[in-house]
């Protein structure tokens, strides 16, 4: 259910967020390309001069007046003037879209500055007073108008009042869930000054702020480039020795994390219960507009068949790891490691990557295509891994100023493939726009679909390029990799997130009790110590760093949803190309206009079939599997 109407568009809009593992390059050249690479133009798009810009006050007070007007004029009337209600509404969404996102943007590659954090923290702060005064009546009456009113005025104007259609529907599903007007406008108003919005910031601050030094006397670097560097590396111990800083780096950080994970499971817990959810997730799900037992059928699949799949991938991964690095033990920090053969490069520069994004997204849609190059040509791409700077990467829609990327570029194939994915978004968004800002932002289930298939196009031009066997299957190995992450891991992460959040109804959980609920998914998903794993030492607090956890509860199933929703569509691509560009890009442009099923059905895709999601795991995850172990076994690797 939605509280404050107009945060949608501000807050849970603004941005898909994917926190991705991201690799970098020691050598002193990287670092000097990184002084160079693209910063987003922010101000020459927004119209700002900075986050301290007086105009963005005066804005906002013309903001407040629209706003007072809107209650003057429609609250108590929208049985007869729903479309100019709806109208007014959103050329208010519109305007509170651009200064919220601008400063929200700016903030996020400026987490050390405290002025900075304060000038977001403050304008949040009188935007929620105005929501929550002015527009909590909105989606309120709206979800309450009685059905014969509603289509007394649908009938009256078929085709303005029709275009919205959607957009009416969402609002009146969450009807069953909403609380009184007086409290759902008591509960926006006090969100910045208590509750779990404050105490989750904060954890973000901190996480940005947390830095790791690999050995003594070595220079401290942020948690994006410890990363890098395990991953990156070739040597075991390297990586195990990254692991291990990294873990005993996040212990210190472990009350903050629990505080903050504490508040928002209770609070999730206390909203479920007041608004009448019956299930854990119900409250996601419908926002995500997919039934209860469409995630249930697909969590349960990714538990049973993508769990096999797992441990099978890993296996054959320890084997080549042993071949070709002599490896001797296979432990949690060798999980991403490069598969070390081939003549691929190790490290690209910002151009190299802009090239190979480029041509793979042309040979799929030059539509596509195009829309990747104006990101890159008009400065939307923050790009380097710098300090104060919010990790991993997302794309933010800012409807009718975006879209924008935020990477952590550290000169990977990791990394090429992050953008790939974030371009996607981009290029989702641009296609959607023309819905309006009520209706472009398609349903979390449907929102990675772009994102994921840019990525998989991306990565097949590449695999057809392929000079060799080797360079091949160290393609197919990273490919899977990112597959597993995106399906088994999120899932595992949901399995975390379940047992944090059942728990909490009973009262405050401790960190070393959130540390058990991790340490019980691992082996849930992953399998016991010694089954693929020769051991998980060093993972015990990997849980406090993953900030879905705190932003977007139960978020993270839908990785799984769309990877596995975009290799059947790959499927279908793959085996029919003809005018399937067409029906994708049909398929983007909607946005939120239309549900998962109705979107995927021109593909003969059916994600509400009993046997959808096993199927989907075989073909798409197994497809490649086999493709791998056969190369592995032609070259040696395994017997």
Request: aromatic letters at 10%.
């Amino acid at each position: 259910a939605r509280t404050t109407p107009a945060l949608r568009s501000a807050s849970a809009r603004r941005a898909v967020r994917a926190v991705r593992t991201m690799a970098v390059s020691t050598e002193p050249a990287a670092e000097a390309a990184k002084a160079t690479e693209p910063r987003w133009a922010l101000e020459h798009h927004f119209g700002y001069d900075s986050p301290q810009s007086n105009s963005i006050d005066k804005d906002l007070d013309a903001i407040e007046a629209q706003c007072k007007a809107l209650k003057a004029d429609f609250e108590g009337k929208m049985t007869t003037d729903l479309l100019a209600a709806i109208e007014a509404y959103e050329q208010i969404d519109i305007a509170l879209t651009k200064c919220l996102s601008y400063v929200s943007l700016a903030s996020d590659t400026a987490l050390d500055d405290d002025d900075a954090q304060k000038r977001k923290a403050s304008l949040f702060q009188r935007y929620s007073g105005i929501a929550g005064n002015e527009l909590t009546f909105f989606s309120l009456e709206l979800a309450d108008l009685p059905q014969e009113a509603l289509d007394a005025q649908l009938a009256a104007e078929p085709e303005k009042l029709g275009k919205y259609r959607a957009f009416i529907d969402e609002t009146r599903r969450s009807q069953p869930y909403n609380l009184s007007k007086s409290v759902e406008r008591a509960l926006t108003v006090r969100a910045p000054f208590a509750g779990k919005g404050k105490v989750v910031e904060f954890y973000g601050n901190e996480l940005s702020r947390l830095r790791f030094a690999e050995k003594e006397g070595a220079e401290s670097v942020n948690m994006e480039v410890l990363l890098a560097n395990m991953t990156s590396s070739k040597d075991a111990s390297t990586r195990a020795n990254c692991m291990r800083v990294l873990n005993d780096g996040l212990k210190s950080f472990e009350r903050v994390a629990a505080l903050s994970l504490n508040m928002v499971a209770g609070s999730w817990h206390v909203e479920n219960a007041e608004r009448g959810f019956k299930e854990l997730r119900s409250q996601r799900n419908l926002g995500n507009n997919v039934p209860d037992e469409v995630v249930d059928s697909l969590l349960g699949a990714v538990k049973t068949t993508g769990v096999d799949y797992c441990k099978r991938y890993y296996a054959l991964k320890k084997s080549i790891l042993k071949e070709t690095q002599g490896l001797e033990t296979f432990g949690w920090s060798d999980r991403n490691a490069a598969i070390d053969i081939g003549t691929a490069s190790d490290t690209y520069t910002w151009p190299e990557a802009v090239d190979i994004v480029r041509a793979g997204y042309e040979k799929f849609s030059p539509t596509m295509a195009g829309l990747f190059t104006q990101m890159v040509d008009e400065k939307r791409i923050d790009v380097p891994a710098a300090n104060g700077k919010r990790g991993g990467a997302y794309c933010s829609s800012a409807y009718g100023v975006g879209p924008f990327q935020l990477l952590n570029f550290t000169g990977t194939m990791r990394d090429v493939a992050t953008l790939a994915h974030e371009s996607g978004h981009g290029a989702h968004f641009m296609l959607s726009y023309k819905q309006g800002i009520l209706q472009f932002h398609p349903p979390l289930t449907l929102a990675e679909t772009a994102s994921i298939f840019g990525e998989m196009i991306v990565f097949r031009d590449l695999l057809a390029k392929a000079p060799s066997d080797e360079d091949r299957l160290a393609m197919l190995m990273g490919k899977i990799d990112d597959i597993i992450n995106s399906v088994v891991r999120q899932c595992g992460f949901d399995a975390f997130e379940e047992k944090v959040h059942s728990k909490r109804a009973a009262g405050t959980l401790t960190p070393d009790e959130m540390t058990k609920a991790w340490q019980e998914s691992m082996v849930e998903y992953y399998g016991e110590e010694g089954e693929v794993f020769d051991s998980y030492e060093n993972t015990s607090h990997l849980w406090t760093y993953v900030s879905h956890f705190h932003n977007v509860p139960f978020y993270v199933y839908s990785y799984a949803f769309a990877d596995l929703v975009v290799g059947s569509l790959y499927g279908v691509y793959a085996e029919q190309p003809e005018g399937f560009e067409e029906k994708l890009l049909d398929l983007l442009s909607a946005g939120g206009v239309k549900g998962f099923k109705e979107a995927l059905e021109p593909f003969g895709l059916d994600p509400s079939s009993d046997t959808f999601w096993k199927d989907s795991l075989d073909a798409h995850l197994g497809s490649l599997m086999e493709e791998a172990e056969a190369l592995s076994k032609k070259l040696g690797y395994t017997a």
